[in-house]
């Protein structure tokens, strides 16, 4: 690819992501619409390619064939774009900067809270104001509300938190990225991961033989499933902004009427009502048979567990089964450490020896660079207070759940995932109280934040696929690459935390007044999991269970560990794991459903039409996933341009965000 053309996509990739790091908030905040940058098939970025693959390029191709953007420039425009969508949401600054700025009036407004905060004593540059009860602290509370007419934003106040909190996440994304530098080619290449939703990514800016469309594109299997979805949600959306006068087709199953006797009554909600989703469905499609099958097995087998214990065992504590789920986010990753033993090695020797080849530059930059950023994030948790030992307890677990993370969506291609329960929390309700500290209880709630919740868009694997769109890009491009998207996702802390300040001052409430924009910033998250555990620790109280928990976290682990080495050791066998990893999860009860119509849909076309008909139906399916999409894309647009003219705007809920 020429430099000209560099530079063009360049360009058009960082223009694009500058107007999605408005849009996303003023979207996901102010017009209180479905979200558009959190999941792994970003609604913001996806809309923004096709805008270029179906409106764009086909002009180009007929009036400026020469002008016409190549599948090099198109994929580095989604890979920045992708890399673009990280912070803007659940990835970064929805669950960041929100509670960081509310602390200080929170603090100020309780007296039990301002104790447990001077017994903790943090840095200072940590929070825009001081920390005390009964202060004035007008600049959080104006975050928190309205910034009053005529007063300007407190930029000051942010510049010490931009470093304090800068300080940590640099690394923190730093060793992400080198991460998804040094396993991306190793389990493509080596180990031959399926990376559906990348598959599936790359399908829509293919530009084999040079035509208008990419070839996927150009199949009316395409073209149906995708008028079918999108006509389905337009009539769903039109319902809404004219009541009773628009023929809906109900895409929900309601079954409740038929468990209401016996045991049957205590089956989970997930089970008796269902929704479908077209992008789950369709991704589906694109999975290997034993991970779709195992998605939705595990979650009826789990809804019976629960069911049954619930019914015929008096002490039975449903938290069990998170229990397990915490166990295989360890085990799963030890495996995948364990079985990539030898490619571990040559990172580890690549660091430390001269670099024959590119191929050997890239293990060991990527190498450098994971070691340099987890030096980082333990010096910058040893800087809060957090003792030595228990440092390197936190940097690992930051490491385990992004590598759990990328390989889940390697192996399925969910684009909807995170472990956001309390995990960490957990593990330190497990560790004797003498043992604890009071920082560092406070910032294993923060890493488990970090850990958790801010991997529902994991910056591994994002880059991952953003590094993979382009399937024939050599080792010095993977190099280059990698330096670009960690620059877009710095440049996006700054933008796009500047955006959101300037939204949250200027703003109380959502455009429709149906929530907060605080409210939808999550400025609760470190209440739940950094200063709750934190009061419990100063109140003496363990937070220990009643049952064996560190038994059950142990089962959690050692099946999933069994279950990943016997599909190692035989392609047949039909269980995966990485299902077990989404028991009892939010995400995974709105869309196990729509995996097991895919994958149902998938057999029976493996069964009647052999490989012949599974090939000829990835058009069908990969139309039916961008069509929801594009929906999305579409009702969100619908809100923003009549909310412009004034006028009263409706929320169109497709995606379960």
Not at 54 to 67: D, Q, T
Not at 352 to 359: E, F, G, S
Not at 362 to 379: E, N, S
Request: aromatic residues 12%; glycine residues 12%; proline residues 6%.
């Amino acid at each position: 690819m020429s430099a000209g053309r560099v530079i063009a996509a360049l360009g058009i990739g960082l223009s694009a992501s500058v107007f999605l790091w408005f849009a996303a908030p003023y979207n996901n905040f102010i017009l209180g619409n479905a979200f558009i940058s959190d999941d792994f098939m970003p609604v913001g970025a996806v809309g923004l390619v096709l805008l270029l693959v179906l409106v764009v390029n086909p002009i180009l191709h007929r009036i400026a064939p020469r002008l016409r953007l190549t599948f090099g420039q198109l994929a580095l425009v989604f890979g920045i774009l992708l890399a673009a969508s990280i912070t803007p949401g659940q990835g970064g600054l929805r669950h960041t900067l929100y509670p960081i700025g509310a602390t200080p009036h929170l603090v100020s407004q309780n007296q039990r809270l301002s104790e447990a905060y001077e017994t903790l004593d943090p840095p200072s540059a940590l929070f825009p104001e001081p920390l005390g009860y009964g202060i004035d602290v007008s600049a959080s509370a104006d975050f928190l509300d309205e910034l009053p007419a005529g007063e300007s934003i407190p930029w000051r106040k942010w510049r010490g938190p931009l470093l304090a909190w800068g300080a940590f996440f640099v690394p923190y994304w730093l060793m992400l990225t080198a991460l998804a530098l040094i396993v991306l080619p190793y389990w493509r290449e080596e180990e031959r991961q399926p990376f559906p939703l990348l598959e599936a990514q790359r399908a829509l800016i293919e530009q084999a033989d040079g035509g208008a469309l990419p070839p996927a594109m150009r199949s009316s299997l395409f073209w149906i499933g995708f008028g079918t979805v999108t006509f389905l949600h337009l009539l769903q959306g039109l319902e809404q902004y004219f009541p009773g006068r628009v023929p809906v087709i109900d895409l929900t199953i309601d079954l409740s009427a038929h468990f209401t006797e016996g045991p049957s009554r205590y089956l989970p909600h997930y089970i008796r009502h269902n929704q479908i989703h077209f992008l789950f469905l369709g991704i589906a499609y694109f999975m290997p048979n034993r991970v779709g099958m195992s998605i939705w097995f595990f979650q009826v087998v789990y809804a019976l567990y629960l069911m049954l214990g619930t019914a015929y065992t008096p002490a039975f504590n449903a938290q069990v089964v998170f229990d397990h789920r915490l166990g295989a986010w360890i085990g799963v990753p030890l495996c995948i450490l364990w079985f990539g033993r030898r490619h571990w090695r040559s990172v580890a020797r690549a660091v430390v020896r001269p670099a024959k080849n590119d191929a050997e530059r890239r293990k060991k930059i990527g190498g450098i660079g994971l070691l340099a950023g987890a030096i980082g994030v333990w010096c910058w948790l040893l800087w809060v207070g957090v003792p030595p030992l228990w440092a390197v307890g936190l940097v690992g677990i930051l490491f385990l759940f992004a590598l759990g993370m990328t390989r889940i969506v390697a192996e399925t291609g969910v684009p909807l995932m995170a472990p956001n329960s309390p995990f960490v929390s957990t593990l330190v309700n497990l560790i004797p109280l003498e043992w604890k500290t009071a920082a560092g209880v406070y910032f294993s709630g923060i890493v488990g934040l970090v850990a958790g919740h801010l991997n529902r868009v994991c910056a591994t694997t994002m880059l991952c696929h953003a590094l993979g769109l382009d399937g024939k890009a050599t080792p010095r491009r993977h190099i280059r690459l990698a330096g670009l998207f960690l620059g877009v996702i710095l440049l996006s802390v700054v933008v796009g935390g500047a955006i959101q300040l300037a939204l949250a001052y200027r703003h109380a409430e959502s455009l429709n007044l149906t929530r907060r924009v605080m409210g939808a910033g999550g400025e609760g998250y470190f209440r739940w999991l950094a200063e709750g555990p934190l009061h419990q620790f100063l109140d003496g109280r363990t937070g220990a269970r009643s049952y064996n928990q560190a038994g059950h976290i142990l089962f959690g682990g050692l099946l999933a560990a069994g279950l990943l080495a016997l599909c190692h050791r035989s392609p047949g066998w039909p269980i995966h794991p990485v299902a077990l990893m989404f028991v009892g999860n939010w995400y995974a009860h709105r869309i196990w459903f729509s995996v097991l119509l895919g994958w149902g849909l998938k057999v029976a076309m493996l069964k009647y039409g052999g490989g012949r008909g599974y090939r000829a139906g990835r058009g069908l399916f990969l139309g039916i996933m961008v069509g929801e999409v594009a929906a999305v894309v579409c009702w969100v647009l619908v809100a923003a341009i009549v909310a412009a003219a004034g006028g009263e705007y409706r929320v169109v809920r497709i995606l379960p965000f």
